[in-house]
């Protein structure tokens, strides 16, 4: 889906912080897709770990929250710590290529969604 977008420009993925980390040095994206849950090889790390880590490496990226972990909780925490959307995969997953438009078009508001 996300090469078949205008705008965008697929650089890759990863499946855990680590991985994800190496990837985004290299490439350095304008905007990060994240999900809570992932394959983690660090004990008790999680997406929002990685959250706030690229937040404090790259304070000008985009982040987008992409989870089914979608309690109000979560929600919360996410947009505290920066993400500029909080996106939930089984329902909102039309939502997704709105959001990207928005910040490619430089249309967003922070921490609205």
Known sequence: MLNEMR?????????????????ISKQVPDVAILDIHLDENM????????LITLR???????????T???LPQYRNRC???GAHYFLDKSNDFYRLPEALEEIALGTITNNKR
Do not use: C, Q, V
């Open 7 to 23: 705008y965008i420009e697929f650089l890759g993925n990863a499946r855990n912080s680590l991985s994800a980390l190496d990837l």
């Open 43 to 50: 004990p008790h790390a999680n997406g929002i770990d990685l």
């Open 56 to 66: 404090e490496r790259y304070p000008e990226m985009k982040i987008i929250m992409f």
């Open 68 to 70: 089914n972990l979608t």
């Open 79 to 81: 947009l505290e710590f």
